[in-house]
């Protein structure tokens, strides 16, 4: 059987933590979908009724949240990384909150020493994902998945929102890369592109490693790490 590519659609039901940055004792999200992200969403979730397979959801591209029927695709404006018309400080400010947390010590019933924890989520605005996935059977795609970080208390969770969309594209430029092996030249790149220095960009670098999901707590795989120009950038001519 072919493989085929399919838009999927997923309704965001709770708050989540896509994990991105952590200063102090506050733990940032990100507020796009890394594929690598969905890819380990979809895999856990299918694990739960059939045996886990690594390769399945390999091929997929990063999500981005679609409100008001508008997909808010990413790019940079005088240095400022936008999804769509907003600014991330907006994004941040209209669709984000943060969750305070610490733990107790039960014998004194006070905070214990060190234990303040601070999560940025996103809310569950009427927000929906979309991005694409090559699959041979779109059947076996999970209808609910959870995402991000603290799926046992509440976050995370989300559900495909109606039948997968075949959609005919070529997942190389979707990727960063044309066919001929050029790039493609003054439009937001959409997924991480593998920074080698030949290529000349308007953007920013992220030093980004792969995680193995096939355990309950995903673990960062051993040399893994490399630079990848962040998506919203853009390649100069």
Known sequence: MNKKWYKLTFKQLQPINLGYKKHGVINETRIFITGQSMWGALSN????????????????????????????????????????????REFRKNFTTTYLSTSINPNSLNAKDESLHELDVILPKDIYWVGYLEIEDKDEIPKEIYIGSDSKYGLGLMRLESEPIEDNFNY????????????????????????????????????LAEFDFSKNRPKVKEDSGAFYIRVGSKIRL
Do not use: W
């Open 172 to 207: 190389e430029v979707i990727k960063g890369k044309y066919q001929n092996n050029s790039y493609p030249r003054n439009e937001p790149l959409s997924n991480f592109l593998k920074f080698e220095e030949n290529i000349e960009f308007e953007g920013e670098l992220e030093l």
């Open 45 to 88: 979730a299918y694990a739960k009724t059939e045996q886990y397979n690594q390769t399945l959801f390999e091929k997929i591209t990063c999500f981005y949240p679609m409100i008001n029927e508008a997909i808010l695709y990413p790019r940079y404006e005088d240095g400022e990384f936008y999804l769509g018309y907003c600014s991330e």
